[in-house]
C-alpha cells in the first residue's frame, strides 16, 4: 500500500528534478563568437612627413585568446584558455625568415577604420551565454610585430620590431557586432641578420619607429 505521503514526496522531487534541470540548461547555454582581424594599417616613420607607401611590409604574429576574467574582472593567467574552434589562435602569421612579407595599408592613402567586406583571419569559439552577459568573456589579443623602413628609394630596407609583445583585451558582449581598434608601435630597432632574424638591440633610430593600427570586428553568431 502507498500511502498519501509517499505520493506527494515522489511529486515534489519530480517537480525539483525538472526545475534543476532546465535552471542548468539556460546557465549551459552555449553561444558562438567570431573575432576578425580586418587590416593592419601603417603609418610612415615618426621623422618623415611624406608618406611614399614603401614602409608597408609586415612580419610576426597575432593571436586570440579566449579567457575567463572573475566579478572584479581580473584575469586568472593559470586557468587555461576557452578553446576555439579547431584549435585556432592566429590571427595573423607571417614569418620574416621566408622573405615573404605582408603588404599592410597605407595609414595616410587607403580607407582607415573597419571595413567588415575585408579581412585577414577569423576566428570562431563557442562560450557560455550568462557569463558573456555578466561581462566574464574577454578576447586577449597578442601582438607580435616587425615592420621594414627604408630611409629613401634607393636604400635597403630595415626590419624594425615591437620591444615587447603586447596584449589588447576585448570583451564578448551580448550585441550583434562591434568593431575594435588598437595601436602599437615599432621601437626603430633593427633585424640584419637574415637567416637567423637575430636582433641588434643597440642599432636602428628610434625616429625610424612606426605606428601600427590594427583593426578588428567582433560578431554574436549564434
Known sequence: ???????????VKDIDIKKI???DAVAD??????????????????????????????????????????????????????????DQTYLFYSNPLNGVAHRSNSYYQDRMGVNED????????RVPEQKVKNRRIVAVVTIEIQTAHKDNDFATYDRLRVKMGRNSFFYLEDIPVKN?????????????????????????????SHRVWL???????S
Open 21 to 23: 534541470t532546465k535552471s
Open 215 to 221: 583593426y578588428f570586428t567582433i560578431k554574436k553568431k
Open 118 to 125: 575585408n579581412f585577414i583571419k577569423k576566428v570562431n569559439v
Open 180 to 208: 575594435e581598434s588598437t595601436m602599437i608601435t615599432t621601437d626603430g630597432r633593427y633585424i640584419i641578420d637574415e637567416r637567423t632574424g637575430s636582433m641588434i638591440i643597440n642599432g636602428g633610430n628610434s625616429d625610424d
Open 29 to 86: 547555454k552555449m553561444v558562438s563568437y567570431e573575432i576578425t582581424l580586418n587590416s593592419i594599417a601603417i603609418a610612415e616613420a615618426l621623422r618623415n612627413t611624406i608618406d611614399n607607401n614603401d614602409c608597408r611590409q609586415t612580419w610576426g604574429e597575432v593571436k586570440v585568446e579566449f579567457r575567463e576574467v572573475d566579478s572584479s574582472g581580473q584575469l586568472d593567467w593559470s586557468l587555461k584558455p576557452i578553446k576555439a574552434d579547431f
Open 1 to 11: 500500500m502507498i500511502c498519501f505521503s509517499q505520493i506527494i514526496t515522489k511529486k
